[in-house]
C-alpha cells in the first residue's frame, strides 16, 4: 500500500514542479519579449531625434511680421457678431470677451485673438479655418515698387 500512495506522491510532484516550471518559463518570455520592446522603442525614438537634430531646419513658412501687423484688427462686442456661434476663437476655443481685440484675415474674414493668430501666422502663412493663402494679396505687399 505505500508503494502505490508514493508514487503517486511522487508523481504528484513531478507534474507540480512541471506545471511551475513551464509557468515560469512562460513569464519571464513574457517579460523579456516587453523589455525588448521598451528598450526598441526608446532605440528609435532616439534615433528619430537625432535624425530630427541632424536635418536643416526647415525654411520658416510664416509670415513676416510687418504683414501680419498690416492685418486689420477690431475690437470685439457682442452686438457686431450675428451670432454667439462666431464668437470664438478657432485656435484656443475660447470665447471672445467685451473689449478683446480680434485680428480678421482679408481674405476669407474670420477672426481670431489677436495673439493667437500672430503666433499662427509666425509659422504658417493661411488662415487656420479655410487655409487661404495670405502671400499673394496685394493688399498687404510690403515690397516697394521698382522706380
Same mark, same amino acid.
Given at each position: 500500500m505505500f508503494g502505490g500512495s508514493g508514487m503517486n506522491l511522487i508523481t504528484t510532484v513531478i507534474g507540480f514542479g512541471m506545471s511551475a516550471t513551464f509557468i515560469v518559463f512562460v513569464c519571464t518570455r513574457m517579460i523579456c519579449r516587453r523589455i525588448r520592446a521598451?528598450?526598441?522603442r526608446r532605440l528609435m525614438f532616439q534615433a528619430e531625434s537625432r535624425i530630427d537634430l541632424e536635418q536643416p531646419e526647415p525654411q520658416i513658412r510664416g509670415v513676416e511680421p510687418v504683414v501680419v501687423a498690416a492685418i486689420p484688427t477690431?475690437? @470685439?462686442?457682442?452686438e457686431a457678431f450675428g451670432s454667439?456661434?462666431?464668437a470664438q476663437c478657432s485656435i484656443c476655443l475660447g470665447?471672445?470677451?467685451e473689449k478683446e481685440i480680434?485680428?480678421?484675415m482679408p481674405k476669407c474674414g474670420h477672426n481670431f485673438h489677436l495673439t493667437c493668430i500672430d503666433v499662427w501666422l509666425r509659422k504658417q502663412s493661411t488662415c487656420p479655418v479655410c487655409r487661404l493663402p495670405l502671400h499673394g494679396s496685394s493688399e @498687404?505687399?510690403?515690397e516697394?515698387?521698382?522706380m
Open positions: 521598451s528598450r526598441t477690431v475690437k @470685439f462686442s457682442p454667439m456661434e462666431d470665447e471672445y470677451e480680434l485680428r480678421i @498687404f505687399n510690403t516697394q515698387p521698382d
